[in-house]
């Protein structure tokens, strides 16, 4: 029996993982202009720390954890998401103490038992970025433009920031009950999950994908009309602050998010084009009990994270010319003496940094520059009995077709100094 990839996950090949590189690039070059540093923490955790971060009555923990004993009897989750892991990191290595203001980001996968389909997958891969130590709207703002700064320099379109606020412990509780009142009457029209979220987390239904749901989500009270002063006056700073450096937004009160730990600013991108159902590239907000609920000292979070396969996917295709790595150089070996010089000259040119390909096989001169040319190989260095003898290699510029001839002692140099000239 063939081995097959488990369902909802995928091997990402040569050929892609090009376009992961250069996001990964992109983020670290955006995100450390704004002082964060990466972290990488572990892809598995006790399960507690899952369950107590995310909430016990969310999609995350009721249905699609991987969760196991391991061999010692432990509960051990494979990360459906970072934050939890992150501010476990955070308390427990007392980053409170070294920096008021700590400002990390991650990248790697996560794990999900949804049902797979376009844009979701089992493992998926997610770049996230939390910011630890201010309550200032000011990091609402700094962060979400970051994100947006980054999507445009990844040469995105067509996205659109949607904020919330989701209010405190001061006045959700009060909402939570308005809304409960107003949700009473229609629970027969509402779809089965709704009726299980009525009494554990009625504001989830807000944001119920079902057609008719969602219309009876837009009559009810909105939390925007509900918010105590502070967090009405902290969601106003952070739409000013957005409006100062032109970051455009929305502003959406059916963005619940599907973590409990969130309170105030809660956002989401959305793109609006290319990815059907699936179209949130991602998602964050403000988490500022999190760390206290594990014990750490009081330590506002704002962050968030989003998943690779589905930005990957809407990359615009000019962004993604030329950047698969070209070999600089390529050997073309004739005869059994020239496969014997391949393998120095290759090392000597590959020892000073150049990216040197060869056809190990050897194989005729029209297959060899075939294949050169498949790889779209700057140079190619021929090498046959004649050049063996007369001590002169030629090199040939294939974008250009000019050549020369190039003594075998200042080889390395004269290849060098020609790749130089064509940059
Ligand atoms: P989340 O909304 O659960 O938030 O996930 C963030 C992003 O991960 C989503 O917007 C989506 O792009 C991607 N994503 C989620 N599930 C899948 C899946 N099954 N397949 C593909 N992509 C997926 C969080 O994870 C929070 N930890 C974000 C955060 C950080 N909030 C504060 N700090």
Redesign the pocket.
């Known amino acids: 029996m063939k081995i097959k990839s488990i369902k909802g996950v995928k091997d990402i090949l040569p050929g892609e993982i090009e376009k992961w590189q250069w996001v990964e690039s992109v983020a670290h070059r955006i995100f450390s202009r704004y002082g964060f540093k990466e972290i990488r923490p572990p892809i598995f955790e006790y399960t507690d720390l899952f369950k107590r971060s995310i909430g016990d009555t969310t999609d ?1 923990v009721e249905k699609e954890m991987y969760t196991f004993k391991d061999k010692g009897g432990e509960e051990i989750t494979l990360r459906p ?3 939890a892991s992150v501010v476990r990191s955070y308390i427990e290595h007392k980053m409170h103490g070294q920096n008021p203001l700590t400002k990390l980001y991650y990248f790697g996968p ?1 794990f ?1 038992y ?1 049902r797979p389909q376009a ?4 493992q ?1 891969y ?1 770049i ?3 910011a630890m130590g201010s309550p200032s709207p000011a990091i609402d703002a700094e962060v979400m433009t970051m994100l947006i700064e980054f999507f445009k320099e990844l040469g995105l379109r067509n996205l659109e920031l949607q904020i919330n606020s989701l209010g405190c412990k001061e006045c959700r509780p009060q909402y939570r009950e308005t809304l409960k009142s107003a949700i009473k009457p229609h629970l027969q029209e509402l779809c089965t999950n709704c009726n299980q979220r009525y009494e554990r987390n009625p504001l989830r239904i807000l944001d119920c994908k079902v057609e008719r749901d969602g219309e009876i989500a837009k009559g009810l009270p909105k939390i925007k009309d509900h918010l105590c002063s502070q967090c009405e006056q902290d969601f106003a700073q952070v739409q000013k602050f957005l409006d100062a450096v032109n970051t455009s937004y929305i502003v959406n009160d059916q963005i619940v ?3 409990d730990y ?1 309170n105030k600013t809660t956002f ?1 991108v959305i793109s609006k084009t290319g990815l059907g159902s ?1 179209n ?6 403000r ?1 500022d009990s999190l760390v206290e609920d594990f014990d750490g000292p009081p330590t506002p ?7 690779r ?2 930005l990957i996917s809407i990359l615009p295709e000019e962004k993604l010319q030329g950047l698969e790595q070209r070999p600089d150089i390529y050997l073309v070996c004739l005869g059994e003496e020239a496969q014997k010089l391949a393998f120095p000259i290759t090392h000597q040119l590959r020892a000073v940094g150049l990216y040197v390909e060869r056809e190990i096989e050897g194989g005729s001169m029209k297959s060899q520059m075939r294949k050169a040319n498949k790889l779209a190989s700057r140079f190619t260095l021929i090498i046959g009995e004649n050049e063996i003898k007369s001590k002169q290699y030629v090199l040939k510029n294939m974008d250009g077709g000019e050549q020369w001839e190039i003594a075998a002692d200042t080889l390395t140099e004269e290849v060098q100094s020609r790749l130089k000239s064509l940059d």
């Open positions: 995350i998401e970072g934050t996560m999900r949804e844009g979701r997958f089992r998926f997610q996230g970025v939390e998010r599907g973590l969130y989401e699936q949130a590239v991602c998602g964050g907000g988490y979070g704002f962050g968030f994270a989003r998943g396969e589905r």
